[in-house]
T-cell receptor, first 110, second 114 residues
Framework: GQQLNQSPQSMFIQEGEDVSMNCTSSSIFNTWLWYKQDPGEGPVLLIA?????ELTSNGRLTAQFGITRKDSFLNISASIPSDVGIYFCAGPYNNNDMRFGAGTRLTVKP | NAGVTQTPKFRILKIGQSMTLQCAQDMNHNYMYWYRQDPGMGLKLIYYSVGAGITDKGEVPNGYNVSRSTTEDFPLRLELAAPSQTSVYFC?????????????FGSGTRLTVV
C-alpha cells in the first residue's frame, strides 16, 4: 500500500532557528496535509495543499506540494518553544481515508 | 462546539478484559475514524464509517469491533484485551466530500493492557 516516509524522525533545535522537514510517498497524491500533535493531544491540521507546486503559509509555517506530487515540505521559521510536538504529513489513501507518515518529533531548546 | 469528544482519557485493563472507547462528534460529520498511535509508528487506521449504519475495516482491525447507530457516536469495542493493544487511540471525523479540511481529532484515549 501507499507509504509516507517522513524525515528526519526527530530534531533538536535552538529557539530562533529555522526548521525543515519533508515527506515522500511511493505514490502520487492529489492533496497533502500537515498536522501538528501537541503532547497529550490529538493532531491538529496546520496546512492543506491541493496543487502540485503550491506554496502555502500559515504564520511562521510554510508548506510546499512537490512538483512530482510524491513529496511535500514543511518549514518553520524562527522557532519558539511552543513549536514542540510531532509533525505529521498525510494524504488521501482512497475516497474514504488518509494515510499518515510516522511523524517528525521537534524539540526546541530555549 | 465541542468537536470530537473521547472518553475515557486513560484506562488500564487486565488481559482478557473488555471495554468500549467512546467517541462523539457534534459537527454533523458523516465520516468517522478510529486510529491507534504506537510510539514512532504514526497513526494506523483501525475502522472507519462513512455514515450511520455503515462501517468498514482499516489497516489493523483485528481484535476490535465498531458500530455506528447514529451520526454522532462511533464507539470502539475491545472484546479480549491483549498487551499488543496497549496504545493511544484517536477518534476523528470529517465532512462528506474531499479531504480539503482534513480530519478533526479527539484528544485521545491512552490504554494500557497488563
Amino acid at each position: 500500500g501507499q507509504q509516507l516516509n517522513q524525515s528526519p524522525q526527530s530534531m533538536f533545535i535552538q529557539e530562533g532557528e529555522d526548521v525543515s522537514m519533508n515527506c515522500t510517498s511511493s505514490s502520487i497524491f492529489n492533496t497533502w496535509l500537515w498536522y501538528k500533535q501537541d503532547p497529550g493531544e490529538g493532531p491538529v491540521l496546520l496546512i492543506a495543499l491541493y496543487k502540485a507546486g503550491e506554496l502555502t503559509s500559515n504564520g511562521r509555517l510554510t508548506a510546499q506540494f512537490g512538483i512530482t506530487r510524491k513529496d511535500s515540505f514543511l518549514n518553520i521559521s524562527a522557532s519558539i518553544p511552543s513549536d514542540v510536538g510531532i509533525y505529521f504529513c498525510a494524504g488521501p489513501y482512497n475516497n474514504n481515508d488518509m494515510r499518515f507518515g510516522a511523524g517528525t518529533r521537534l524539540t526546541v531548546k530555549p | 462546539n465541542a468537536g470530537v469528544t473521547q472518553t475515557p482519557k486513560f484506562r488500564i485493563l487486565k488481559i482478557g478484559q473488555s471495554m468500549t472507547l467512546q467517541c462523539a462528534q457534534d459537527m454533523n460529520h458523516n465520516y468517522m475514524y478510529w486510529y491507534r498511535q504506537d510510539p514512532g509508528m504514526g497513526l494506523k487506521l483501525i475502522y472507519y464509517s462513512v455514515g450511520a449504519g455503515i462501517t468498514d475495516k482499516g489497516e489493523v482491525p483485528n481484535g476490535y469491533n465498531v458500530s455506528r447507530s447514529t451520526t454522532e457516536d462511533f464507539p470502539l469495542r475491545l472484546e479480549l484485551a491483549a498487551p499488543s493493544q496497549t496504545s493511544v487511540y484517536f477518534c476523528a471525523s470529517r465532512k462528506t466530500g474531499g479531504f480539503d479540511y482534513g480530519y478533526t481529532f479527539g484528544s485521545g484515549t491512552r490504554l494500557t493492557v497488563v
